[in-house]
């Protein structure tokens, strides 16, 4: 099974989320303006009507420039004869590497805009985009496309520091990345906004695996990586669950309502000393230089999660530290006193 496996990668070489393998394309972000919570899966028969038809009328025609009519493009349409494969044709791919997209109103915003989504997928190394493009296997456009069909829009937003430990313990365990899924469906579950507590599960997850470990995962080929299993999916949600508990006792959460603190600490920041809170930073005081959340000098789903989940606005390398260390800190704890628990037993 492994030997396939990998025999199957080698052949393989993915490219962004857009088109990553030659049968399959994305145009979910197509056209530029349109409304919202649009998804062509609702409009199927339409627009399979307009993509034959655009295909029809560039090859009559040639390329020149055309306004975008309300919510239509007209370079927006089939990639082939066989209408399996939909996307846009001005784009360089389709054009021996020149580039048209100029000669539509919105040609700068397609060129240089990507979903969140397809900006996670280019992190990955080869053999993880690979592996989680399985999800999407025998998808055509109109559903690789969809927000609502195609997983990989939700599942990809966890990021790197989720997705690649949990595809080395499906490794270790012959999984593919279906079989992962159903072991942890926290991945697709809507309850959780990924990029918001993508670095709270990566934290616990890591500890879960191997408490003594480099955040860094050892690469698949190592015949000495033979990871833990990882407790079931309900454990690690309610490990997170009970991390995100401590943060609210400890005053995290930013709370816009609390004037007293807004007085003290400053408009668009965290409660970090909030009454009995012990182990701070003591020259994290308020006078203390503060950037934007998301201009911190930091990994970015630390970022998010202070600014996503805490609601920080602002704040101070210092006071971001004193997070990390602390769930990092609460995050061994927790998965200590359940392998004690269990060896108890």
């Known amino acids: 099974m492994k030997d396939k496996r990998k025999e199957s990668s080698s052949s393989q070489n993915p490219g962004s989320l857009c088109a990553p393998l030659p049968h399959l394309t994305c145009f979910g972000c197509c056209p530029p303006i349109r409304p919202a919570h649009y998804d062509p899966l609702d409009h199927v028969r339409i627009l399979r009507r307009e993509f034959r038809e655009n295909r029809k009328q560039i090859q009559q025609e040639g390329l020149h420039f055309r306004p975008i009519v309300g919510y239509s493009c007209w370079a927006l349409g089939f ?45 990955l190394p080869e053999e993880g985009k690979i592996f989680w493009l399985e999800l999407a296997a025998g998808f055509q456009s109109f559903f690789y496309s969809s927000l609502r069909a195609n997983p990989l829009f939700h599942i990809l937003l966890w990021g790197k520091g989720v997705l690649e430990p949990l595809r080395f313990n499906a490794l270790a365990r012959d999984e593919s990345a279906t079989e992962l899924l159903h072991r942890f469906p926290f991945l697709f579950r809507k309850d959780w906004n990924p990029r918001a507590v993508r670095f709270l599960f990566r934290v616990v997850i890591q500890e879960m695996i191997s408490p003594h470990k480099p955040e860094r995962p050892l690469p698949p080929h190592d015949e000495h990586f033979h990871p833990k299993g990882l407790e079931e999916d309900q454990l690690l949600q309610s490990l997170c669950a009970s991390i995100l508990k401590k943060c609210e006792e400890q005053g995290m959460f930013y709370d816009s309502s609390d004037d007293l603190f807004s007085k003290t600490m400053g408009k668009g920041h965290s409660r970090c000393f909030s009454s009995g809170q012990t182990g701070a930073d003591p020259s994290s005081g308020p006078g203390e230089n503060q950037t934007l959340t998301h201009l911190l ?35 061994k704890e927790a998965v200590r006193a359940r392998r004690e628990k269990k060896e108890a037993s």
């Open 79 to 123: 990639l082939g004869d066989d209408g399996k494969r939909a996307g846009c044709l001005l784009h360089p791919f389709q054009n021996e590497g020149t580039d048209f997209r100029h000669l539509i109103d919105y040609g700068g915003k397609c060129a240089r805009e990507t979903c969140q989504a397809a900006r996670f997928f280019l992190t």
């Open 297 to 331: 000098d930091a990994k970015e789903d630390l970022r998010d999660f202070l600014r996503l989940t805490l609601k920080w606005q602002k704040t101070s390398p210092n006071f971001a530290h004193w997070v990390k260390e602390k769930v990092a800190l609460w995050a």
